[in-house]
């Protein structure tokens, strides 16, 4: 195994996939105290005294990623499809993150497709898989290659093509401040990433209809 593929599989062996200890909610509410104060505010004025509560109650929601196993997400297959083995394909499936070098949101939409072999996944399934791995601290260019990733393990497809194109508020809202600049990225595999044509056909029907 070459060091880049290695590095690449170290990668993707996210936080999630390993056990570690969690903290209490009262240590999650003190911590956002701090936090608050570091600020330079009052954590103890009228309009606060709530807010650690209602930020660890968010974070729960956020970062519910962590609980979900993509693998049982995709682990119901339909064989009955009638011999289908063209391409499937869901465009525009809206996602939140947070980037997990500053913990600020990046969202945009995902497009996910695959050539099937053994049979299709239910449709939604999808959209929950780009959820899973969205409410997790992420990097968009790991999100990209995890999604592709679970789809080959769990349904053996002749193929898989992930698009993501998102807006990082790190660079809205911060640092280089530059609001509605987009980040696309892309993972290709087997047929998708042999044939450039098939490249080609999963973008033109990504832009269908876009004005």
């Not at 679970?150 to 809202?173: D, K, N, Q, T």
Request: net charge negative; proline share 5%.
């Amino acid at each position: 195994m070459s060091d880049v593929v290695k590095s690449l599989s170290t990668r993707l062996t996210t936080a999630a996939d390993k056990p570690a200890p969690s903290p209490t909610r009262e240590e999650a509410e003190a911590a956002v105290r701090i936090l608050l104060r570091w600020a330079g505010d009052d954590p103890s004025r009228e309009g606060l005294q709530d807010t650690p509560k209602r930020v660890v109650k968010a974070f729960r929601e956020f970062y519910s990623g962590y609980d979900e196993d993509p693998s049982e997400i995709l682990d119901k297959i339909f064989a009955e499809v009638e011999g289908y083995d063209d391409i499937v394909l869901v465009r525009d499936i809206p996602f939140y993150s947070h980037c997990e070098h500053h913990m600020v949101p990046f969202f945009g939409v995902a497009h996910v497709a695959y050539y099937p072999t053994k049979g299709v996944v239910g449709l939604s399934k999808l959209a929950r898989l780009v959820d899973a791995y969205a409410r997790r601290l992420q990097t968009q260019e790991t999100m990209t290659s995890q999604i592709a990733k679970a789809m080959v393990a769990a349904l053996e497809p002749r193929g898989v093509a992930v698009m993501i194109e998102a807006e990082h508020m790190c660079m809205s809202m911060r640092g280089i401040q530059k609001a509605g600049a987009l980040t696309l990225t892309t993972q290709f595999t087997g047929i998708f990433k042999e044939d450039p044509a098939e490249q080609v056909r999963f973008l033109t029907l990504v832009r269908n209809g876009r004005g």
